[in-house]
């Protein structure tokens, strides 16, 4: 059984600085991409960040110059560096492995939030 899990969310100061992890436990047949999605509370879940492989990424313009997905195969883990954080990046962030099967790994989501 595939069990993912996220860390690292909390209260931080507009213009602060948060590093979220997620970590995949389980066997999971190979990774073909991981992502990160958001929720503001009222607001549809929406996709932040792509990594396929280790350097091959891709950002929602919002985020783009602020935000750093990477990822450490060996561990099955992936972390989301968040800098120059502001209010409306307030949201529960979660991540999605999807395998090379195509088949969906979620998580339970960690909260961040981002006020003064």
């Known amino acids: 059984q595939v069990e993912i899990a996220e860390s690292g969310g909390g209260l931080v100061l507009p213009g602060g600085s948060l590093t979220l992890s997620c970590a995949a436990s389980g066997s999971i047949f190979g990774i073909s991409s991981i992502n990160w999605y958001r929720q503001a509370p009222g607001k549809q879940r929406d996709w932040v960040a792509r990594?396929?492989?280790?350097?091959?990424?891709a950002y929602t313009n919002s985020v783009t110059g602020r935000f750093t997905i990477s990822r450490d195969s060996a561990k099955n883990a992936v972390y989301l560096q968040m800098n120059n954080l502001k209010p409306e990046d307030t949201a529960v962030y979660y991540c999605?492995?999807?395998?090379?099967?195509?088949?969906?790994?979620w998580g339970q989501g960690t909260q961040v939030t981002v006020s003064s």
């Open positions: 990594i396929i492989g280790t350097d091959n990424t």
């Open positions: 999605r492995f999807t395998s090379l099967g195509h088949r969906d790994y």
